[in-house]
């Protein structure tokens, strides 16, 4: 692996550490296709874990390093939605896969080389190439402009990086007992099937995709702002649903809760990018991944924590989206308030 990753450095100007990460999740990934050992599936699946967890964090520090202001904005938002195509893309070709047997749905990953040879021969060094160079000079000069209007601006904060991923991870936990209360709702509430649940949420994916095209555009206008408007959207968004009696209307609600939810990660990446140091940033980057997964990993448990009926948790997270609307407006107050006593 090594021989290989320096092989291909000569070529380009990658380091072989970004060559393994993207590697280990390309190779472990189509393992099962041939296996059919239990365990040699099982930790081929924690290996593909341990490369996605490595390669996540680096593709969205980049985006950091290599940009900056809006276009840095407009790419997150543009990565957020691309990661949904993605998504449903190799959804449904390993759905077309598994006509032919369980086996063959795992050579959807092969969609991981030509990403990878993508990120080899064109994605350059940072740190060769003076990307972090130049964007330590950027943080510099925004922290400079930002003194000069009397303001202060907060730089590698721990406490920042802990609140950013405790609330990633409430807010994985809301959308996604959603997600898995929705069916429940629907079947229980006499409103529809299954299988209309699915496509509610199929719906709320698609809108996304569209919510994180639009993010840089949203946030060039609302700046700090964008992360209460769309926690208070959303929230409010599944308090409709759950009290809702028409399938028609949970649709449009859906679609106006994937656009607003898509700019919210991206929205908290951008505050890691802008406040973190570029060596640092994919260590910031992962620990708010962490919180995103733990939150997807642990809704099914926190959907019976917020509610036994599937309306009852819907309704339960739909407050606690408006309830951390409410805390980060304050916060944002808050600041603004202490920014303008000091500049006094």
Known sequence: MEKFCAALTRFTNNSPISCVRSTTATVSSII???????????????????????????????????????????????????????????????????????????????????????????VPDPEKTGAVERQEVEQQKELAEAQDKGQSVQKDSKLLVATLAILTFLILIAIMVLAIKLPTFFVESKIGTATQASNAWGIYNFASVAGG?????????????????????????????????????????????????????????????????????????????????????????AGEILGVSGKTAILNAGFLMITLSIISLIVIVKINSSRRKDAA
């Open 32 to 122: 099962p296709a041939f296996s059919t050992n239990f365990t040699i599936i099982l930790v081929s699946r924690a290996v593909l874990g341990v490369g996605i967890g490595l390669a996540n964090p680096l593709a969205i520090s980049l985006i950091g390093v290599f940009f900056f202001g809006d276009e840095r904005a407009k790419l997150m938002g543009w990565r957020s939605a691309i990661a949904g195509v993605g998504t449903s893309l190799m959804t449904y070709f390993a759905g077309q896969l598994l006509n032919i047997n369980w086996h063959a749905a795992y050579w959807v990953y092969l969609l991981f080389v030509p990403t990878l040879l993508l990120f080899i021969f064109f």
């Open 213 to 301: 095209i639009l993010f840089g555009y949203c946030y060039k206008v609302l700046r700090k702002y964008l992360l209460p408007m769309g926690l208070i959207t959303s929230g409010i968004g599944m308090a409709f649903i759950s009290i809702s009696k028409s399938v028609e209307l949970i649709y449009i609600l859906c679609v106006i809760m994937g656009i607003v939810s898509a700019m919210i990660i991206p929205y908290i990446f951008i505050r890691i990018s802008e406040t973190s140091s570029p060596k640092k940033a994919p260590l910031y980057t992962s620990i708010t991944l962490v919180g995103s997964n733990l939150g997807s990993f642990l809704s099914p448990y």
